[in-house]
């Protein structure tokens, strides 16, 4: 009999959940974390990690990009059970939404209570500064294609998913509190996702802004659904790695939204495992 897609994915999911806990010490992590552009430094934190590559499990995605390190890193932070993905995958590099997210839907399956997604963005609130971190409040989502979309299966969210308290409020001001007690600035603001690879052009920033967002970039949204739709809590973070202002407009590209990422790296890495350890 032929298995029908969505059965076939709920096979899947499970086959890689299998092979993980296989390999890792526990059953169940609390957090599952995609460490984007900038939060690589929060894999250095994790005790006992038990390093993953992604071409070793089952069914997971494996990135054809060169020098993309993917794996998935299990182990202990602040004596959470912790399970990190290390690299992601964008719609833009050509993966379908299925293949985008993956990752957080297994991270999801294993049964995470918190999903932090990190990534580097552009502002557009002209009060932002380049290498800021913005606390995502909420997100409008300009991706051309729905991760959720076809047929649903039941026993992994709802066909019409909620997106009240995407961003969960209780976690923005843990890590609001956090901020402040660690003499780290933050900022809040709205993320709008596209999909790339082009940087924007001034009209679009302008457009972005009047939108009602903050920050822009080219990942999250698509992760972030996915985690609403099978009921966990989501916690987002942004580096801004440069500043999108239409009337001041600068030239950017790849390496400098890096090397701005690679600066604020510390200062985030710092106040997700502070924030983890309070969760
Ligand atoms: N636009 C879109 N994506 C981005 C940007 C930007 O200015 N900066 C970092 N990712």
Redesign the pocket.
Same mark, same amino acid.
């Given at each position: 009999m032929e298995i029908k897609g969505k059965e076939q994915e709920y096979k899947r999911l499970s086959q890689s959940k299998e092979f993980i806990l296989g390999l890792l010490s526990f059953d169940r992590p609390d957090v599952g974390i995609i460490l984007g552009?900038g939060l690589g430094g929060v894999a250095d934190e994790i005790e006992a990690p038990v390093e993953i590559p992604y071409e070793d499990i089952p069914n997971f995605p494996v990135s054809t990009v060169k020098g993309h390190e993917g794996m998935l890193i299990g182990g202990k932070l602040k004596g959470k059970k912790i399970v990190a993905m290390k690299g992601r995958f964008h719609f833009y590099e050509g993966y379908d939404m299925g293949k985008v997210t993956y990752g957080a839907k297994l991270l999801c399956f294993l049964g995470i209570e918190t999903f932090i997604v990190s990534?580097? $963005?552009? +502002? *557009?609130n002209p009060q932002f500064s380049r290498g800021d971190i913005m606390i995502i409040t909420d997100h409008i989502n300009l991706f051309p294609r729905h991760p959720l979309q076809g047929p649903n299966d039941e026993r992994l969210g709802p066909r019409f998913p909620d997106m009240y308290n995407t961003y969960d409020k209780d976690l923005v001001k843990l890590v609001e509190d956090t901020a402040l007690d660690i003499g780290i600035k933050v900022r809040k603001g709205v993320y709008l996702g596209?999909q +790339?690879p082009?940087?924007?052009t001034a009209a679009e920033?302008r457009m972005i802004r009047m939108l009602g967002a903050d $920050? *822009? +970039?080219? @990942?999250t949204v698509p992760e972030v659904i996915i985690a609403r739709w099978m009921g966990t809590k989501v916690l987002g973070l942004s580096i801004? @790695?440069?500043?999108?202002l239409p009337d001041a407009l600068e030239t950017?590209n790849h390496e400098l *939204?890096l090397k701005a990422?690679g600066e604020a790296s510390p200062k985030l890495s710092k106040l997700v495992v502070s924030s983890v350890e309070r969760l």
């Amino acid at each position: 009999m032929e298995i029908k897609g969505k059965e076939q994915e709920y096979k899947r999911l499970s086959q890689s959940k299998e092979f993980i806990l296989g390999l890792l010490s526990f059953d169940r992590p609390d957090v599952g974390i995609i460490l984007g552009t900038g939060l690589g430094g929060v894999a250095d934190e994790i005790e006992a990690p038990v390093e993953i590559p992604y071409e070793d499990i089952p069914n997971f995605p494996v990135s054809t990009v060169k020098g993309h390190e993917g794996m998935l890193i299990g182990g202990k932070l602040k004596g959470k059970k912790i399970v990190a993905m290390k690299g992601r995958f964008h719609f833009y590099e050509g993966y379908d939404m299925g293949k985008v997210t993956y990752g957080a839907k297994l991270l999801c399956f294993l049964g995470i209570e918190t999903f932090i997604v990190s990534n580097a $963005a552009g +502002g *557009v609130n002209p009060q932002f500064s380049r290498g800021d971190i913005m606390i995502i409040t909420d997100h409008i989502n300009l991706f051309p294609r729905h991760p959720l979309q076809g047929p649903n299966d039941e026993r992994l969210g709802p066909r019409f998913p909620d997106m009240y308290n995407t961003y969960d409020k209780d976690l923005v001001k843990l890590v609001e509190d956090t901020a402040l007690d660690i003499g780290i600035k933050v900022r809040k603001g709205v993320y709008l996702g596209l999909q +790339g690879p082009t940087f924007e052009t001034a009209a679009e920033y302008r457009m972005i802004r009047m939108l009602g967002a903050d $920050a *822009v +970039g080219m @990942s999250t949204v698509p992760e972030v659904i996915i985690a609403r739709w099978m009921g966990t809590k989501v916690l987002g973070l942004s580096i801004i @790695s440069d500043l999108g202002l239409p009337d001041a407009l600068e030239t950017i590209n790849h390496e400098l *939204v890096l090397k701005a990422a690679g600066e604020a790296s510390p200062k985030l890495s710092k106040l997700v495992v502070s924030s983890v350890e309070r969760l």
